[in-house]
């Protein structure tokens, strides 16, 4: 009971956590390109896991599924740049909402993939989950453009696409690396936008680099530390506690982000939005209890 309660309180303190990752990131984007915060935030991030790696190095582990890897890699990667752009120009807890909705596309891939039976409760948390991103993308709701909410359903697709890697792959691979291949990849993908011509795209994930002030460096080095740490309790919280619990109060962090970015000046969500972001709670919840 005190370990389930401690792992209760790490997901809480995680989703904080991520809360004040999305704060920062809302602060440095009306100044700095959304790609160049995803750059800062992966690399400070792989410069831990290198240096994990080096003091501790991996056991001997079986290998050999390095195309799985890569995929895992570029799809958290490109994920992770869909989320923080999602961050950068909806209301904070929109782009939370639209990221929590990986159980739901976690449980319908794995109907995919798997074709083995579900559960009617699976199929039922499916269909809510899709219902609540229809209420929170509603263009009467917030501002948000086709391509916008193509980006907010791809940072939760993106993201259930990379943890069904994490199958295979953590048998094969110590988990650090599986995260190095994260953030390696999160590392890289922003900088490829700077090779293309961003005048043609019609949003603005493309955008030429932009040199930090020094205010603006102290900013982007609380971002790095802020979200390794949140990883960590992550982490921590799902080692120690029940999946489908924990995952559960994994969503409180949308009703924290939704209070931050009213803070930093988002408007007040109505009534839709909320009740889509009460679906995708439900929905999620259902999928992470009727699936392993």
Request: hydrophobic content about 60%; charged content about 10%; overall charge positive.
């Given at each position: 009971?005190?370990?389930?309660?401690?792992?209760?309180?790490?997901?809480?303190?995680?989703?904080?956590?991520?809360?004040?990752?999305?704060?920062?990131v809302k602060v440095l984007t009306p100044n700095l390109?959304?790609?160049?915060?995803?750059?800062?935030?992966?690399?400070?991030?792989?410069?831990?896991?290198?240096?994990?790696?080096?003091?501790?190095?991996?056991?001997?582990?079986?290998?050999g599924k390095p195309f799985v890897l890569l995929f895992?890699?570029?799809?958290?990667?490109?994920?992770?740049?869909?989320?923080?752009?999602?961050?950068?120009?909806?209301?904070?807890?929109?782009?939370?909402?639209?990221?929590?909705?990986?159980?739901?596309?976690?449980?319908?891939?794995?109907?995919?993939?798997?074709?083995?039976?579900?559960?009617?409760?699976?199929?039922?948390?499916?269909?809510?989950?899709?219902?609540?991103?229809l209420l929170i993308s509603n263009p009467t709701s917030?501002?948000?453009?086709?391509?916008?909410?193509?980006?907010?359903?791809?940072?939760?697709?993106?993201?259930?696409?990379?943890?069904?890697?994490?199958?295979?792959?953590?048998?094969?691979?110590?988990?650090?690396?599986?995260?190095?291949?994260?953030?390696?990849?999160?590392?890289?993908?922003?900088?490829?936008?700077?090779?293309?011509?961003?005048?043609?795209?019609?949003?603005?994930?493309?955008?030429?680099?932009?040199?930090?002030?020094?205010?603006?460096?102290?900013?982007?080095?609380?971002?790095?530390?802020?979200?390794?740490?949140?990883?960590?309790?992550?982490?921590?919280?799902?080692?120690?506690?029940?999946?489908?619990?924990?995952?559960?109060?994994?969503?409180?962090?949308?009703?924290?982000?939704?209070?931050?970015?009213?803070?930093?000046?988002?408007?007040?969500?109505?009534?839709?939005?909320?009740?889509?972001?009460?679906?995708?709670?439900?929905?999620?919840?259902?999928?992470?209890?009727?699936?392993?």
């Open positions: 009971m005190k370990q389930e309660s401690e792992a209760i309180l790490s997901i809480l303190f995680a989703g904080f956590l991520f809360t004040l990752m999305g704060m920062f390109p959304a790609m160049e915060i995803v750059f800062a935030r992966n690399f400070f991030g792989l410069i831990w896991v290198m240096v994990a790696l080096w003091f501790n190095p991996p056991k001997m582990q079986q290998g895992r890699g570029f799809a958290g990667g490109s994920a992770m740049m869909a989320y923080f752009y999602n961050m950068s120009v909806m209301p904070l807890g929109t782009a939370f909402a639209f990221s929590a909705t990986s159980p739901i596309f976690l449980a319908l891939l794995g109907v995919i993939f798997t074709h083995q039976k579900v559960a009617l409760k699976v199929w039922i948390a499916i269909f809510i989950g899709f219902f609540g991103i917030i501002s948000l453009s086709f391509s916008g909410l193509i980006l907010g359903i791809y940072s939760g697709l993106g993201a259930a696409l990379a943890y069904l890697s994490i199958v295979k792959l953590s048998k094969a691979y110590d988990t650090r690396v599986i995260i190095a291949s994260l953030m390696l990849s999160g590392s890289i993908l922003p900088l490829f936008t700077q090779l293309i011509p961003y005048e043609i795209y019609p949003i603005a994930l493309f955008e030429r680099f932009v040199m930090p002030t020094l205010w603006e460096w102290i900013l982007i080095l609380g971002l790095g530390v802020v979200s390794t740490y949140a990883q960590i309790y992550l982490t921590k919280a799902y080692s120690m506690g029940n999946p489908p619990i924990i995952g559960v109060m994994s969503y409180m962090t949308i009703f924290m982000a939704t209070f931050a970015g009213i803070l930093l000046g988002d408007k007040v969500p109505n009534i839709f939005v909320i009740i889509g972001m009460l679906l995708i709670v439900l929905g999620g919840s259902l999928a992470a209890f009727g699936k392993k």
